[in-house]
């Protein structure tokens, strides 16, 4: 097998759940390859570089090999090679997603039913 789908790929890596939500993704513009949007019917080969968007999580990765079964997470993982600046920009958003959800102020508790009223009355005036 020299080329294969990306959206069957992604799939097959893991990337995405369906392969249906692969394509939607990529039809989406949430994958690129080479920095160009791609469609979910492009053909794959090895080396490719890929742009990834799930979630929160951006992933540059290199196509090692290809593959149109979905397998096991560790055969899955072998499909591609992470880039080393992808992997220190995850840890890093995801340091900074934490560091934001500490400094949110929550409430000490939930509203009591007075509480409530108050709250409701206020919204009206606005």
Same mark, same amino acid.
């Given at each position: 097998?020299?080329?294969?789908? $990306?959206?069957?790929?992604?799939?097959?890596?893991?990337?995405?759940?369906?392969?249906?939500?692969?394509?939607k993704e990529?039809?989406?513009?949430h994958v690129?390859?080479?920095?160009?949007?791609?469609? !979910?019917?492009?053909?794959?080969?090895?080396?490719?570089?890929?742009?990834?968007?799930?979630?929160?999580?951006?992933?540059?990765?290199?196509?090692?090999?290809?593959?149109?079964?979905?397998? !096991?997470? !560790?055969?899955?993982?072998?499909?591609?090679?992470?880039?080393?600046?992808? $992997?220190?920009?995850?840890?890093?958003?995801?340091?900074?997603?934490?560091?934001?959800?500490?400094?949110?102020?929550?409430?000490?508790?939930? !509203?009591?039913?007075?509480?409530?009223?108050?709250?409701?009355?206020?919204?009206?005036?606005?």
């Amino acid at each position: 097998m020299d080329s294969v789908r $990306v959206d069957k790929w992604l799939w097959a890596a893991r990337f995405f759940k369906t392969r249906s939500l692969a394509a939607k993704e990529v039809g989406a513009g949430h994958v690129t390859l080479a920095g160009m949007r791609i469609k !979910p019917a492009r053909m794959l080969q090895v080396d490719d570089l890929l742009t990834i968007r799930a979630g929160y999580e951006t992933y540059t990765v290199r196509v090692c090999a290809l593959s149109e079964r979905r397998g !096991p997470a !560790p055969v899955a993982r072998q499909l591609y090679e992470e880039t080393a600046e992808s $992997v220190a920009q995850r840890e890093q958003a995801a340091a900074e997603r934490l560091l934001a959800k500490s400094m949110e102020i929550s409430p000490a508790k939930r !509203p009591d039913k007075r509480e409530r009223r108050k709250i409701r009355q206020f919204l009206k005036k606005e």
